[in-house]
């Protein structure tokens, strides 16, 4: 089945600058990789998704980038401010695409 | 709006009950999951079902058995609860086709003491 490694386990940011959240995928057929927020004492959602198809893509200050090549995808928050502050999980589709496989979380602190 | 909800948002349980978690979602979503989030595990599947009366194991189905007698309404069952089982339970759904889109309930923090 499908693994899926997260880096780093934790990440403290000053306000405003960026932070870069790293997974890697063993399945090279996964074809979509979605990341979830979970704030404290929240459920995740989904906050953006790539598809195999694309390298990057960007929704105002988060941006998801991919290389299949390496089966490595990231996760980057620019200009970041205390709101972000949360567990961030990257997943990855596994067995017959119909469940996800999650990374095992950042928690991302962001400094005031 | 899709709203998932769950049963107990605590429960406090004797090892060795039996323990009923309940997990409703209003999106006629066709697949629902169980997982367990436990602190540097992330979560994991326990099970899912993408049908009525169907289930899958997941990566994790030890100690644990569900049950889908409904297409809105998914529960999980601790036979013998046991403290290894103390986590917090979180539901999840999502429509065919979207698997990457899945609405979680509030979950449920378990403690089997």
């Known amino acids: 089945g499908e693994n899926v490694e997260q880096h780093p386990s934790t990440l403290s940011v000053q306000e405003g600058d960026s932070a870069v959240i790293k997974c890697t995928y063993s399945d090279s057929a996964s074809n979509y990789f979605p990341w979830y927020k979970q704030e404290l004492g929240k459920r995740p959602q989904l906050i953006i998704d790539i598809r195999s198809n694309v390298g990057e893509k960007k929704d105002q200050r988060i941006a998801v980038t991919l290389n299949k090549t390496a089966k490595h995808f990231s996760l980057h928050i620019t200009e970041t401010q205390p709101e972000d502050s949360a567990v961030y999980f990257c997943a990855a589709p596994s067995g017959s695409a119909r469940q996800l496989t999650f990374g095992s979380g950042t928690q991302l602190t962001v400094l005031p | 709006d899709v709203k998932v909800t769950q049963s107990s948002r605590y429960l406090v349980k004797r090892t060795g009950e039996k323990v009923f978690l309940e997990c409703v979602q209003d999106m006629d979503h066709e697949n629902m999951f169980w997982y367990r989030q436990d602190p540097g595990l992330g979560l994991r599947l326990i099970y899912f079902s993408y049908d009525v009366k169907m289930k899958e194991k997941g990566d994790i189905p030890e100690g644990y058995s569900v049950s889908r007698e409904k297409k809105e309404r998914f529960s999980l069952i601790l036979e013998s609860a046991s403290t290894n089982q103390t986590s917090m339970y979180l539901c999840?759904?999502?429509?065919?086709?979207?698997?990457?889109?899945?609405?979680f309930g509030p979950g449920t923090r378990l403690t089997v003491t």
């Open positions: 999840a759904s999502t429509s065919s086709g979207r698997i990457y889109e899945q609405y």
